[in-house]
């Protein structure tokens, strides 16, 4: 699940486009807006998009363990990070959509 910051003087669709080529090899497209996820107690806010992939090459980087393109079920399974499967199910979840959810 790639993620970063914006750099200044980038819009945060362009910022989701450039971490998930940084991390993942991989060039997309962002089909839509899904949500916010909000730290409230660290002052970050989580921007999730849904997007495509368009082109690239699966590599790891720096940043990524291991990169791949997996079933849904398997893919959830894989992921163990605080929040994270929650915010990929909310993003699959069209009748919550657009969401925002503090934590």
């Known amino acids: 699940m790639p993620g970063g910051q914006v750099e200044e003087g980038e819009s945060i669709k362009d910022a989701a486009i450039r971490e998930t080529k940084e991390e993942s090899g991989i060039d997309i497209e ?17 921007t999730l998009f849904l997007a495509k ?4 090459k699966l590599m790891t980087s720096p940043e990524s363990l291991e990169v791949g393109f997996y ?31 503090e934590f």
């Open 53 to 56: 992939p368009v082109g690239g």
């Open 71 to 101: 079933p849904l079920e398997q893919a959830l399974e894989m992921v163990t990070w605080k929040n994270f499967r929650e915010r990929i199910e909310s993003c699959l979840n069209e009748d919550t959509q657009p969401f925002f959810i």
């Open 30 to 46: 962002v089909v839509k807006f899904c949500g916010i996820f909000q730290n409230v107690e660290s002052s970050i806010c989580n």
